[in-house]
């Protein structure tokens, strides 16, 4: 974990912070050309996806979708490398403290996503988790026709948007690059969902059903026929189309091994999939190493609160106990929903000693939508709303929901999403850039800071964390053993089952998403990992001093940014005495 990446660290040094007034009164030539460079790109970013200012300063969707062809995804490669090799010609050492900050994010974006053009990923555009199909129909109505208008020229683009998906698509498939076939069964259902002719039955006409009062009614009519017609005449033949190649074409053509180190250029890939999703320069060997340490040392604490639920049996014992026993289950949805409901307002109790600067957004808890809820992942937190999901609630144990709520709800994901659209002023392009090592390292984090909180209330609630922490320790040692190692789909599935009491569904479930999204699954402990050592050392060094509210503050203030770039604003604070980032007249500490 002491193994940095070396461009951002060089990007960064010396770490000396400014002066509050010259951060505030001085920009250097430097300064100004980084800026003018990574306004241009995000700029020219927003257009190429076809993203539009919203009132928020967020972008959203615009009236089309983005192009994503083969000559299309060639020439964003050339550009994005033009603009690299410009950055790398503005001189680090002149830029200020919060501009090298600008600069390490910028330049660790433009790394990832020149690696995925190399790679061509847009061949394999879909994983068993996520997909580029689910999320254009509209979950709630928007507030304006004008938003109505633009989603209605992204239904009119899809036949198009779908015909360069499966063109590219096919290109992969011809050369071995594609989703493993092994973890597809059942998510035609998700397209199919789509494919309905009959626009009262299609998710996309759920955005037109109930509109705001502000759009006239006359209006709303013209809107909600046109509409219709689109559903029927565009849309749903083009999820047709979509659903007859995944069925006939693609599913039967799929690769039949794992690993990525098995495609072409498959070991330079998954490196760089591993760079891109933990922001370190790890191996596959440092990262299996990790984890077997890590698996070990959870395997003891599990044994230690099984003693304390009172249960003499093996720890096999236990776990089946837990997989069937009723009493963990719950026989509803809305039963589910209202534990997960009940431990975030429980954690609104304990902010205030957690956190210095809360935010005023708030969130609700939702289920998961029915269409992706078979395949989807337990929970999902999200700004304006955290999912839950009720699919399947046998496999779905209530001592596991307390761990789930933290980590994506509050004081999680969707707590971090508000702290993020309210805090300082920075460049759009840092914030809305998300890097997981940060992002879902924060979330684990989180359920262990539930310990410090107070949060679980029974030794299997307690269990039920350290199974989740094992979850994802486990992921460093399956990822690998995958990707790597030649692990086979059961291999990984018998060592998820013996360390972990997820349910079966769970474990499959999570072992497809591994096999079909190379490297994603490793931020999660490794950004974990790195919060609480760093949490660690201010402790040691501040004593008396540390206050957990302003470590909390410097993580979540900074945005997402690196794990490098993360430990070094962490060890400035720590040399500044640990004091509170927001106090009036302070700026948080920029090195």
């Known amino acids: 974990m002491r193994i940095l990446a070396s461009a951002v660290l060089l990007s960064l040094a010396p770490l000396t912070p400014a002066p509050a007034h010259a951060r ?16 241009e790109e995000w700029a020219w970013r927003q257009k190429e996806y076809a993203r539009v200012a919203e009132d928020d300063s967020w972008s959203a969707s615009g009236d089309h979708l983005p192009h994503v062809d083969a000559a299309t995804q060639q020439r964003r490669l050339a550009t994005w490398q033009g603009i690299q090799a410009r950055l790398s010609r503005i001189p680090v050492q002149q830029l200020s403290p919060e501009e090298r900050i600008n600069a390490a994010v910028f330049r660790t974006t433009l790394e990832a996503n020149i690696a995925n053009q190399q790679f061509r990923s847009w061949e394999m555009p879909f994983n068993a988790d996520s997909n580029f199909w689910s999320g254009l129909a509209a979950r709630q109505p928007y507030a304006r026709a004008e938003q109505y208008r633009r989603y209605l020229g992204r239904m009119r683009d899809v036949p198009r948007y779908f015909d360069e998906q499966i063109a590219n698509m096919r290109a992969g498939l ?104 933990t922001t370190l320069d790890l191996t596959a060997e440092q990262i299996h190493a990790l984890g077997l340490k890590e698996v070990a040392r959870i395997d003891a604490e599990m044994e230690k609160t099984k003693a304390a639920a009172g249960f003499s049996g093996s720890m096999a014992e236990f776990l089946t106990f837990l997989r069937t026993d009723p009493q963990f289950y719950a026989r509803t949805p809305d039963e589910l929903l209202g534990v997960s409901a009940y431990v975030a307002k429980r954690v609104d109790g304990q902010l205030k000693h957690t956190i210095g600067l809360l935010p005023r957004t708030r969130f609700t808890i939702v289920p998961v939508p029915d269409a992706i809820a078979p395949f989807y992942t337990a929970g999902r937190g999200g700004l304006d709303a955290c999912s839950m999901n009720t699919y399947a609630l046998p496999s779905r144990p209530l001592y596991q929901i307390p761990a789930l709520t933290l980590h994506e709800c509050n004081p999680g994901h969707s707590l971090q999403a508000a702290i993020a659209l309210e805090g300082p002023e920075r460049p759009a392009f840092r914030r809305q850039t998300y890097f997981s090592g940060y992002g879902e390292g924060w979330g684990l984090y989180t359920e262990w800071l539930g310990t410090v909180m107070g949060i679980y209330r029974t030794p299997y609630e307690d269990f039920g964390r350290l199974s989740y922490e094992m979850w994802r320790a486990c992921r460093l040692v399956i990822d690998t053993g995958i990707h790597h190692q030649g692990w086979s789909r059961e291999q990984a599935i018998a060592y998820l089952a013996q360390h972990t009491a997820l349910s079966q569904h769970e474990i499959e479930t999570e072992v497809d998403r591994y096999i079909s999204w190379p490297g994603q699954a490793l931020a999660y402990k490794l950004g974990e990992m790195t919060l609480r050592r760093k949490r660690a050392d201010a402790e040691r060094q501040l004593g008396a001093d540390f206050d957990q509210r302003w470590f909390h503050d410097v993580v979540l203030g900074l945005g997402s940014v690196p794990l490098p770039v993360l430990e070094q604003q962490i060890d400035l604070w720590i040399q500044g005495g640990g004091r509170n980032p927001n106090a009036p007249g302070r700026q948080p500490a920029v090195g």
Do not use: C, W
């Open 24 to 39: 505030a009164t001085t920009t250097s030539p430097a300064d100004a050309q980084l800026r003018a460079l990574y306004e």
């Open 174 to 277: 011809k050369r071995g690059f594609s989703v493993p076939r092994v973890t597809l069964a059942g998510r035609d259902a998700s397209i199919a969902a789509n494919a309905v002719a009959d626009a009262a039955r299609n998710p996309f006409y759920a955005a037109f059903e109930k509109m705001p009062a502000s759009i006239p009614e006359a209006e709303q009519a013209r809107l909600r026929e046109e509409a219709r017609g689109v559903i029927g005449n565009q849309v749903a033949p083009a999820y047709d189309r979509l659903l007859r190649f995944f069925r006939t074409e693609y599913l039967p053509h799929t690769r039949t091994t794992l690993a990525a180190e098995a495609m072409p250029e498959g070991t330079a890939f998954y490196q760089a999939q591993i760079r891109e999703y």
